[in-house]
């Protein structure tokens, strides 16, 4: 079994839809939890961060990790065509390593 | 503005050749990281390195050696190319354990083995 695990899509939704994207993970050690953003042909760039349980929104996006079920999601609201990506989730132990355990990736596509 | 680049976006390389990618970032991070990609697969970490001169093994060091003779510099060798590591090649680095700093990424590496 995968450290973390996330659907790999495709998926794709009209332009202006709520989006929820999900992870699963395995090991209650992991303490900090984050999101990337990957353009096509690009390097993954930081999206959200969150630490612990609770919820985190900027503008658009909330991020929400609930530690007790293991379960994070990433929610987009109004979803543009410039949010047609591929989203992976990260996460890492406390402690002195620096090291993310990363998602596959879900391919998502917004249609306008 | 944060910055990371890696050589090459693109390279095509032979079977058994020795393969040099190179990393450079410029925000004096201490934490630098190579990861490859493949569909299905996400990222999966080959090496890191703390510091200048200290590298340490990640999920899938086989056929991969690091060097970090420089702060900013980090450099993935492919010591005998083979096809199983064609795939995209990302460099990464971050400062060294602050809660809510993370891995600032490059543009990556597209490398072909034929």
């Known amino acids: 079994q995968k450290e973390v695990e996330q659907d790999p899509g495709p998926l794709s939704v009209p332009e202006g839809a709520i989006v929820s994207l999900n992870c699963t993970y395995s090991?209650?050690?992991?303490?900090?939890f984050m999101w990337y953003r990957q353009y096509s042909r690009k390097g993954p760039e930081l999206l959200m961060y969150?630490?612990?349980?609770g919820n985190k929104e900027d503008g658009r996006f909330t991020a929400q990790v609930d530690k007790s079920s293991k379960y994070i999601s990433l929610f987009i609201r109004d979803s543009q065509p410039s949010d047609s990506a591929t989203y992976l989730c990260a996460m890492r132990y406390g402690g002195a390593t620096n090291k993310l355990i990363f998602g596959t990736g879900t391919l998502l596509a917004v249609q306008p | 503005d944060v910055k990371v680049t890696q050589s090459s976006r693109y390279l095509v390389k032979r079977t058994g050749e020795k393969v040099f990618l190179e990393c450079v970032q410029d925000?004096?991070?201490?934490?630098m990281f190579w990861y490859r990609q493949d569909p299905g697969l996400g990222l999966r970490l080959i090496y890191f390195s703390y510091d200048v001169k200290m590298k340490e093994k990640g999920d899938i060091p086989e056929g991969y050696s690091v060097s970090r003779e420089k702060k900013e510099r980090f450099s993935l060798i492919l010591e005998s190319a083979s096809t199983n590591q064609t795939s995209m090649y990302l460099c990464?680095?971050?400062?060294?354990?602050?809660?809510?700093?993370?891995?600032?990424f490059g543009p990556g590496t597209r490398l072909t083995v034929l």
């Open positions: 925000m004096d991070h201490e934490n």
């Open positions: 090991n209650s050690a992991f303490q900090y």
């Open positions: 969150t630490y612990s349980s």
């Open positions: 990464a680095s971050s400062l060294m354990d602050r809660a809510g700093d993370t891995q600032y």
